[in-house]
């Protein structure tokens, strides 16, 4: 199994973050190389840029990618599909025009010029409003074209909203939402190895924003430590070798905005020697 991850850009560290965390561990790659090893002699990883992944994935140069769902919708491959939702990169793609311009709406633009990084989703995004701008494809710096007359507007990346406001730039509407995702091609959904890197990717992601809390409860307490524990599927109980029986082992994973409140309310009930500690994955 191949899978593409982006190569350099924002989405690089994150995404080896992520891998490292899900125990896909990289082995033997260097800077500057094409492709790495990891800990499981069955999946090399391919680095390539965020744009050129889903396309990869779609000839069979990679089995899986991680990037964009800005640039899944631009590569328009009808291959490959989406399995899980990775929840980082995420920003939108906008149509914006000059603040003090006057183009204000999107049918504002017949006959107009628009330029972008993305022609395919603008295109699909004006034809679904009955309208056909001429569209400029640029590779960077998009922000630039509508002060030098290049554009009327132009749809591009946000998501602090920083550069359009320095560019003096106002969104007139969004036309998607991105985040980054794992994708497969469709042939291959149905390997066990898919499932499994699917599975490990997600087990980080459920892991996220939760604690796992430990304590000793005297067992006359435990329905009352029970009541005040929240989430997931309840705690679990356990006898305590030498603890004379009078007490339990109290586990559970619990929100991380939700520990600082539980810990008063259990040692309240009665609860002792509690322990909170991070969770690295959670497989449901
Ligand atoms: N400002 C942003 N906030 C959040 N996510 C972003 C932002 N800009 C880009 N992204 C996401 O990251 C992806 C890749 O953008 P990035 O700028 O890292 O790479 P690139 O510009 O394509 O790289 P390259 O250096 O190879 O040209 C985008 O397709 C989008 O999904
Ligand atoms: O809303 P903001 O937080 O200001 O982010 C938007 C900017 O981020 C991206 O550029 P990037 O920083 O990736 O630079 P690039 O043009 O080199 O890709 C995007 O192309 C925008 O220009
Ligand atoms: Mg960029």
Request: glycine letters at 8%.
């Amino acid at each position: 199994m191949r899978l593409a991850v982006p190569n350099k850009g924002r989405l690089h560290d994150p995404t080896i973050d992520l891998l490292e965390r899900a125990g896909l561990h990289l082995e033997n790659g260097a800077a500057r190389k094409l492709y790495a090893d990891t800990v499981d002699p069955e999946v090399t990883i391919l680095f390539a840029r965020a744009a050129d992944i889903p396309e990869y994935v779609a000839d069979g140069a990679a089995d899986l990618g991680i990037t964009g769902y800005d640039q899944y919708r631009e590569a328009d491959v009808a291959t490959v599909s989406e399995l899980l939702d990775l929840e980082f990169g995420r920003c939108r793609l906008v149509l914006a025009s000059p603040e003090d311009g006057d183009i204000d709406a999107v049918e504002d633009l017949a006959g107009k010029t628009v330029a972008t990084e993305f022609p395919t989703v603008t295109r699909q995004f004006f034809d679904e409003r009955g309208l056909e701008p001429s569209i400029v494809e640029v590779t960077g710096a998009t922000e630039l074209t509508p002060h030098v007359e290049m554009a009327d507007a132009i749809v591009d990346i946000t998501s602090t909203g920083t550069t359009l406001k320095m560019n003096r730039l106002a969104v007139i509407e969004e036309v998607l939402s991105s985040s980054v995702r794992l994708f497969a091609r469709e042939d291959v959904l149905e390997e066990p190895k898919v499932q499994e890197i699917r599975t490990a990717l997600s087990s980080v992601l459920a892991a996220d924003g939760k604690r796992y809390l430990m304590m000793n409860v005297p067992k006359n307490r435990l329905e009352d430590v029970r009541e005040v524990i929240p989430g997931m599927g309840g705690p679990t109980i356990m006898d305590i070798a030498n603890g004379g029986g009078e007490s339990v082992a109290v586990h559970a994973v619990v929100d991380e905005r939700e520990v600082f409140e539980t810990i008063t309310e259990v040692k309240n009930t009665g609860a002792s020697d509690i322990l909170v500690t991070e969770i690295e994955r959670l497989v449901e």
